[in-house]
């Protein structure tokens, strides 16, 4: 696969992400990190495996309204079967129920390591970078 193949099929596992958590569609983040990927969350949040971490973004946002992640500015680095990449994002979520008129806004980075496996790119390591953030913490139902 061509290097520019390869940065396209990566950038596309952040748009994967991005939907997947949009669409609270769990089972799609099967395709973007590795079983055992190791992710952490601004410092704040740090967990080993994938379950764990479907499990800690549900915690979030399964209590939460609407959301839209948005990302963009990718930067990345392919070399043979591992990558490093990191993209600029911007994630929206509004309140549920009672919390309806309750917003939270982050901005940041994304930033993975990914090795290629036998059913393409995969992230292996995930970090959420977190530059500026907007309203309240109480959008989420376990704030």
């Known amino acids: 696969m061509s290097a520019s193949l390869d940065a396209r099929a990566v950038t596309g596992l952040f748009h994967a992400y991005a939907d997947a958590l949009d669409r609270r569609d769990w089972s799609a983040l099967d395709g973007v990190f590795l079983e055992d990927v190791r992710a952490d969350y601004n410092g704040t949040e740090v967990v080993e495996g994938r379950a764990a971490l479907v499990g800690m973004i549900r ?12 990302v963009g500015n990718e930067r990345v680095v392919v070399e043979g079967d591992r990558a490093t990449a990191s993209v600029k994002m911007r994630v929206h979520h509004l309140g549920a129920a009672e919390r309806a008129e309750l917003t939270y806004e982050c901005f940041g980075w994304y930033h993975a390591e990914l090795v290629r496996t036998g059913q393409g ?6 970090r959420q970078e977190v530059t500026h953030q907007l309203g309240t913490y109480e959008v989420f139902a376990r704030a």
Not at 59 to 70: A, E, I, K, S
Not at 121 to 126: E, F, K, L, M, T
């Open 59 to 70: 915690g979030y946002l399964d209590g939460c309204g609407p959301t839209q992640p948005l």
């Open 121 to 126: 790119w995969r992230v292996a390591s995930w």
